[in-house]
Structures are given as C-alpha cells and as structure tokens.
C-alpha cells in the first residue's frame, strides 16, 4: 500500500492487506419461539466459504439468511450445529467477522471521523496517531474524506452507507458480513456502490457474506449466489457467476445469470419475490 | 442585533407599564413600588454586601444537592434501566417520588435534621434525583439496539459499551432529566428558604420572606427579579450550550 508505507510503522502493519478468513457452516440450526408458535428458521444449513470468497445469500423475507448472518457475527447462538472461522469455532462476537446492517447503525454523538475511529480505539497496541491515520486511509477509500468533520445527519443515506463500510473496514477484518446494506438506496446510488464495494474488495481482499433479495445485485457481486427457501430455512440451490470483474449491473450477461437465479427462486414459490425483480 | 434592540425594548416597554401603573395610583404604593424604589433597594443591598452574600449561600446549596443528585441518580438510572430487580423497585419508587412535589419534602426534612444545612441539602438532593433516576433509565431504554449490536461486533464490553455507547446513546434525555431536576431544585429550595430560618445562613429565600414580615414590597419584588436572573442565567449559560450541541449532532430541529 502506497499510502501506508509513508506512515508510522504500526499503522502501515495495521494496513497491510492480511490473509482473509475460511468460513465453514455445519448444521446449524436455529428455531424461534414467537406469540403466533415456533418458526424453524435455519434447517440444518452447511456451507463452506473459501478464503476471499465473495458469496451472496438470496431469499425472501423471513427466510432465515440474516439468522445466518447474525450467528455468523456470534450476535446470536444457534440451537445445533457449528461456525468455524479458519478452524476455530464462534464463540461471539469479535472484530474479525465485522457486520454491515442495513439501516447505516452509525452513531450520532459522533462525526463521521469518530464512528471510523471508535472500533479502531477498540484494538489495543495502536498509538492514537496511527489510529487516526487508519481512519483517514479508509475514509479516503470510501471518497469521504471531504466529510470527516461532517455530523451523521448531515450526510445521504448513500454517504452513511460509505462511513458504515469505512468503520467496518477500518480494524481490518478478516470477514465482512453485509446485511442488505444496500437494500434502503435509490438505484443510482446502489450502483455506485456496487463498483465500490468490487474494488474495495479487489483491494482489501475480505471474505464476504452478502445477504440481499435481490437477485441483479447478488449476480453482480457475488462469486457464488447461494438460493435460501423460508419455512424451514434451507439452502436450495447454488449458483456460480464467473463473469469477469469488476461486473456492470446492467450488462446482458448478468442479467442472463440473475434470469436463471430468479427462475430457481419462484420454483420454490415466492410470488413476492418476483415483484421485486 | 436586531433581535437584541427588540428584545430591550420588550423589557422597557414592561418597565414603563409599571411605571404607568405606579403612577395611575390605583394600589398603595406599599403594594406596588416604583421601579426606582426596586432599583434603590437592589442598589443598596449590592452595596452593604447582603445580596452577594445571600446569593452565595443559595447557590451553594443548589449545587452541592444538585451535584449529590447527579452523582447518585445517574448510576441509580442506568442500574435499574439494567435489572429488572432494580427497576421493579427504585423504579417504581423513582416514579412515585418524582411525582411528590418536592416541597413536600421540607417538613420532613426539619423533622429529621432540624433548622440545619442538611435539612436544606436534604430537600435539593429529593428533588433533583428522581428527575435524574427516570430521565436516564428512560434514555437507556430508548437506545435502539443495533447501537449496541453495531459496537458489540466491533468488540465493545460491559464498561466500555455503558461509557461509550449506552451513556452517549441516551444523552438527550438525561440532559433534559437534568433540566427538569435542575428546575425541581431550584423550586425546592426557595420554597424551603421561605418556610424555615436556618442561623447557618441567609438566603435569597429568606431575604424574600422577610421583606414579607416588614412590608417592604420593594425587597420582595427585588429579590424576585434576582431569582428570576439566576434562573435565566442557569440556562443560558450552563444549559442552552449543552443543548445546541446536541440538536447539531443528533439534528434534531432547534426551532
């Protein structure tokens, strides 16, 4: 990295692009007991994500992929079955597997600086300076550092996005986990972030899960586009995109791949979903 | 400036009505003064030192129970915004007492601590705390919680999630919780300078009371004026900062 070789020592370390993590889902199981009686909302899902892997998880609404998502982040525990990151098992949550939710969950008693800054404070062994260089790095990749003084509402919901991945970015995880990130933007500004977001991840080199519902952005980003069915959650059928990158949303190709996608997903009969295509 | 010279002129506009009034002879002058005669007495009381000295040991009072208030409500806000066991309890009991108008508190508080300092502590500490208690467990209940979901996958814990998220988090309503049990004490305690003597000490209250006792209605409504002050000055200055910043941060409309 050219720009971290001009700084202090640490911060350059913490910059570095690190190995990025092998994810393996086994069995996991996860039921949820609501007034109107229990939901099973994953069913004894296995899946395996290669280190760097780019894979999206497509469904509709209540079809248990941001369960997954959840108890990937350790947010929430599975009743059966195991996540291991690179062998080790998920206990909790840690800052190596950090998560984008969909609503930006930034915090507003502070600017855009310090929600970058706040899980860098977190990591210990970090002078503030080289805190404060890392925040500047990843506000820079974002195109956000005009906004470092700015307040949180202050800024689109497009640039709340951008700081939400500049702060999941910044402790240099090895996993990121996107919950719909997207799914609030106006479609200009989601395809600007679909380039972003390609080479960032070109760059940075993270194994990303990407849960969404629509089915253009799962072929456009994903590596692999895996087809979730609701009641019980299971993972139905597996589609790989080998379309060179960095991918255009509107290219005919893409929309080839996400015809297919889509075909396999009303097969399992969801009428809502073909609206929202 | 503007907005300056108009406000002047409101307050001089007031000034000349009571002139006017004054003057048109409809009460006795010994229950409407002159303005002038309000100056005279405000002039003299700043001269022979009795105003200062009242309103230091007002002030003294007010803040020290104030900031005992803080210090304990704030703790005892978060705990029972925390566990169920504490808010079943304190809670509940926070709710009812904030309920008691705090002078109430006054004769009780002469029963156990009789004309003392502590008595009057006593009364501002009961009126500025459960402002605080509800206030801030009111704050932490309103986080939403991807906040705390946000900074738990970026590896905040227990102190460090009550310090740097949860506290920060609930900041407008504590703040407001704070005005409100700034207002309470500051009630509370004039109420209690006007009820009870307390040799340690003379306050604005009591000047208040015995210009009562002697008729002289220039004092009472002088001293009134200097309360009302204070109260505007307390705002001004200590709150309204306070609130700016929030409203700029969190965006919430200042109008």
């Given amino acids: 990295m050219h720009l971290a070789r001009r700084h202090h020592s640490s911060a350059a370390e913490e910059l570095e692009v690190i190995a990025p993590s092998k994810l393996a889902i086994e069995n996991v199981s996860k039921r949820f007991k609501g007034a109107s009686g229990s939901v099973l909302a994953l069913d004894h899902v296995s899946l395996n ?38 062998g080790k098992p998920v206990t909790g949550p840690g800052r190596e597997r950090l ?49 470092e003084r700015a307040n949180i509402h202050e800024l689109s919901g497009g640039m709340k996005q951008r700081v939400s991945l500049a702060r999941a970015l910044a402790p240099n995880p090895r996993v990121l986990l996107m919950d719909e990130p997207f799914a609030a ?13 390609q080479e960032i991840w070109k760059a940075r080199r993270k194994t990303i899960v990407f849960v969404t519902h629509n089915v253009r952005e799962a072929a456009c980003l994903g590596d692999r586009v895996l087809v979730f069915s609701p009641h019980p959650g299971r993972i139905r059928e597996e ?39 | 400036m503007k907005r300056f010279l108009l406000a002047a002129l409101f307050f001089a506009v007031l000034l000349l009505i009571w002139e006017a009034l004054y003057r048109a002879k409809i009460w006795s002058p010994v229950l409407l003064p002159s303005p002038q005669q309000v100056a005279l007495y405000l002039e003299g009381a700043v001269v022979d030192g009795t105003l200062a000295k ?101 590896g905040s814990k227990c102190l460090h999630m009550w310090f740097k998220v949860i506290l920060p988090a609930s900041l407008p309503f504590i703040v407001s919780g704070m005005k409100q049990g700034w207002a309470f004490a500051w009630r509370s305690l004039m109420a209690a300078e006007i009820f009870v003597t307390i040799l340690t000490g003379f306050g604005l209250g009591q000047l ?3 210009g009562r006792e002697l008729s002289a209605m220039e004092q009472v409504i002088g001293i009134m004026i200097v309360i009302v002050v204070i109260g505007l000055l307390a705002d001004k200055i200590f709150f309204s900062p306070i609130e700016r910043f929030l409203h700029r ?6 109008a």
Avoid at chain 1, 77 to 85: A, Q, Y
Avoid at chain 1, 103 to 113: C, D, K
Wanted: proline share 5%; charged share 15%; net charge neutral.
């Fill in chain 1, 99 to 147: 998560v984008m939710f969909q609503e930006p969950a930034l915090f507003p008693w502070l600017n855009v600086f310090g929600n970058v800054l706040f899980p860098l404070k977190l990591k210990p062994n970090l002078t503030n300076k080289d805190r404060r260089d890392v925040a500047k790095y990843y506000l820079e990749l974002v195109g956000l550092s005009r906004f």
């Fill in chain 2, 208 to 210: 208040l009371h015995y």
């Fill in chain 1, 185 to 197: 933007l106006d479609a200009l500004t989601r395809e600007q972030l679909y380039g972003d977001i």
């Fill in chain 2, 54 to 154: 009242a309103t230091v040991i007002t002030m003294r009072r007010l803040l020290i129970g104030y900031l005992i208030g803080l210090v304990v409500g704030l703790p005892l806000g978060l705990l029972t915004a925390r566990w169920k066991l504490f808010g079943d309890t304190v809670g509940t009991m926070a709710l009812g007492l904030q309920t008691l108008p705090s002078v109430c508190w006054v004769p009780l508080a002469l029963l156990w601590f009789g004309q003392t300092e502590a008595a009057m502590l006593f009364v501002v500490v009961m009126g500025t705390l459960w402002s605080v208690v509800i206030a801030t467990e009111t704050g932490v209940r309103n986080v939403p919680p991807i906040y705390r979901r946000a900074a738990l996958t970026m």
């Fill in chain 1, 49 to 86: 994500v290669a280190e760097g892997e780019f894979v999206c998880l497509v469904g509709a609404s209540g079809c248990g992929k941001s369960t997954l998502l959840n108890i990937i982040a350790g947010l929430e525990k599975p009743d059966g079955g195991t996540v291991l990151t690179d």
């Fill in chain 1, 239 to 277: 589609f790989a995109v080998d379309l060179p990158r960095p991918r255009d949303i509107n290219s005919v190709d893409l929309a080839v791949h996400a015809t297919e996608i889509t075909k396999a997903l009303k097969s399992f009969g969801q009428p809502e979903l073909a609206a929202v295509q």
């Fill in chain 2, 249 to 254: 941060r969190w965006g919430t409309s200042q």
